[in-house]
Every structure is written in C-alpha cells, then in structure tokens.
C-alpha cells in the first residue's frame, strides 16, 4: 500500500472494500466530502478515500460504521494528482476579500451540467465571482445557480441565476441512469445517490414497491433496472415531476414503473388493494412520520424505508413514535435501523429508518 502512495498530503480517509468502492465514492462526493485533488489509495481488497481538509465526517464515523462491515476511517498521506487544481474554485477566485474566504461554501450540488449552491449572507454579494470561478475550475459545468430555499408543498427550490447558460433543465447522470430534470420545477438531489444504489442492491427479484414520493423517479428506476420483475408505484403531487418521470421511464428503458399523479395519502388505500406491497420508499423527510400511518395499512411483512430530518436528541423519540405506531396497528417489528445519511444543520440530521416488519 505504502509504495502506491507518497507522503506528499496528509488526510483523514474512508477505507473500504474495493466490492463498495463506487458506492462509498459517489457518496463522499455527493456530500462534498472527497478531497478530488488526491490521488485515491490501495491496500489489498481495500480503497482509502482522502477527505477534504475540513472534513467533518471524522466528528460522526459512527454513523459511517452503521453504513455497513468494513468501513473504517485513518490518517494517511496521499499523492496529488498532477494539473488538479489544489483549492478547487477557491483557486480561481477574484475579488472576495480575504476575510470572508472562511464564508464561501465546502460544497455544492451538481446536477448534469448545472450547479446549486448555498451561500452565506456574508458573501452573497460576491455570488457572481464565486460562479465564475466555478465554471473556471469545472470545465463541464454550463450554469450556476443559488439555492434560496425550498418552499412550497412541492419542494421546489427558489433560485437566483449566477453565471453561464441561463436554463434549469439538464440531464443527471448516475451509476448507469440517466435522469432528465428542470431544478426550478421540481425537487431532485444528487446526494441520495449511494442511498438509491443501496436500496437497488437490497430489492428482491420480484416484490410490488410504493415509491410514496417519487419526484422525478430516481429511486422508482433504479429498483426497476435492479428488479425488471418487480411491479413499482411512484406516486408524486407536482404533475411537472410526472412528466419527466415519465420521460426518465422511457429514457432508461424500464417498463415496470406505474406512475401516479395526486395526493400519495388519497391513493395509497386504493394502490394497496389488490394486494400488500413488499416495500414501500418515504423520502418526504420533514413529514414522512405523519404519513406512516396509512404505508402501514397497505403494506405485507416487508420493508419501509423512512427518511427523516430531525434533531439528534430526538432520535430516540422518533424510533419510540415509530415502534408504537406499529403495534398500535396490531403489527410487529422484526428489525429497526437508523442511520444518518448526512448533516443538515449543526444540530439536526437527515436519517434513513430501515423497518422490516414480520408477521
């Protein structure tokens, strides 16, 4: 391992099974967590992923260990890469006081070719010189775009247009999906990336699947590309998402996606009634508990997958809300994992309930 690396930068690093590389790198880079300047590392049946200089994922590895065996995090040096600008887009910045370089963002989302970022009061007056300096040191990226918020009960993302192409309509590439989207018409992260190809990996051959909310369909097409027998429902509110989940159906050549436009609690009872479903998917993450009630009612002994924004000292009460919900139902647990996928703010977590109910 030692002769493959040099001593020239020293990090923090993920190490993994060569079997979970791809999975664990799309995810640090989801995150924004890769430290892409370094060369990645070998040790035998192992990769070591560099993290970022200011990393904070070292603060939670816990939460990595819950990820799966064989995750571990060390302190090695690595080798840069060479023509790799070190900074980033921080490199090609012009005009930003000094002073405010502690404000600029760690990270932001790229979506195809288009990049969302967040950015702090402190230096949004400079937003124009930081695009500018994004689409420097991304060549393949043709327009950015502040994130304002998202609002709405459709979560969609206000936006402020920065630099380069003035359009929101782009195609996302992941793992071997391709996914139309316009990120001023409907919600799609990038950073459920590993979670989508985690959840493909775990579908059986052929199960009937509720994707509750399904936007544009990422989760609903890599369930139906890993599971071509299996019969999924993606039901979302906003007809926009409709339309390019419907596109996205055709784009990846998947016939076993049944798309739903309406309210997910109105059809769910009348979805449920041919028969249980085996799985069903709730990435709706500020409300999703309020919704479990009536997955519940439709569901066989399977699993439900519950994403769940909240703050850490609440994790406690919410898998408590959750058993209760359960066999106040008349129905029984036969596993229940909680892991924490990312932070969202200091103090709050955006979680995955993994729970296999049993007869």
């Known amino acids: ?46 990769l070591l992923f560099p993290l970022r200089e200011d990393t904070r994922l070292s603060e939670n590895i816990e939460n990595w260990r819950l990820w799966g065996k064989g995750i571990g995090i060390v302190s090695l040096g690595f080798e840069k890469i060479k023509g790799r600008i070190v900074g980033g887009y921080r490199e090609c910045l012009n005009g930003l006081p000094e002073g405010l370089r502690p404000f600029l ?17 402190e230096v ?67 950073r459920l990336a590993g979670e989508r190809h985690r959840l493909s990996r775990m579908i059986g051959k052929s199960e009937r699947v509720l994707d509750m909310f399904a936007g544009i369909g990422p989760f609903s097409i890599a369930l139906a590309r890993a599971s071509p027998a299996s019969e999924i429902h993606a039901v979302d509110a906003n007809p926009d998402a409709i339309i390019l989940m419907e596109e996205n159906i055709r784009l990846n050549k998947v016939e076993n996606i049944i798309p739903h436009q309406g309210d997910a609690r109105e059809l769910t009872p009348a979805l449920g ?11 709706l993450p500020h409300s999703s508990l309020e919704f479990l009630d009536t997955v519940l009612d439709v569901m066989g002994y399977g699993w439900i997958h519950l994403y769940d ?7 406690k009460a919410h898998r408590r809300f959750i058993k209760d919900l359960v066999e106040n139902k008349g129905m029984n647990i036969l596993t229940l994992s909680s892991r924490e996928i990312k932070g969202y703010s200091p103090v709050e977590a955006f979680v995955v309930h993994d729970l296999k109910l049993k007869g």
């Open 1 to 46: 391992m030692r002769a493959s690396m040099t001593e020239d930068v020293k990090r923090l690093a993920i190490r993994v099974r060569k079997s979970r590389g791809e999975e664990i790198r799309r995810s640090l880079l989801d995150m924004g967590e890769l430290d892409t300047t370094l060369r990645i590392g070998k040790d035998g049946d192992f």
């Open 105 to 121: 963002p760690s990270s932001f989302d790229v979506i195809g070719d288009l990049v969302v970022i967040k950015l702090q009061r």
């Open 124 to 190: 949004e007056p400079f937003g124009g010189n930081i695009a500018s300096a994004i689409l420097e040191s991304h060549p393949g990226i043709r327009g950015v775009f502040q994130d304002l918020g998202v609002k709405g009960s459709f979560r969609i993302r206000v936006l402020r247009h920065l630099a380069g192409e003035n359009r929101t309509l782009t195609i996302h590439k992941e793992y071997d999906m391709r996914l139309k989207t316009d990120i001023a018409k409907v919600y799609f992260t990038p």
């Open 273 to 283: 009634g041919k028969r249980p479903f085996d799985r069903a998917l709730m990435n």
């Open 309 to 315: 924004i909240l703050k850490r000292d609440e994790l």
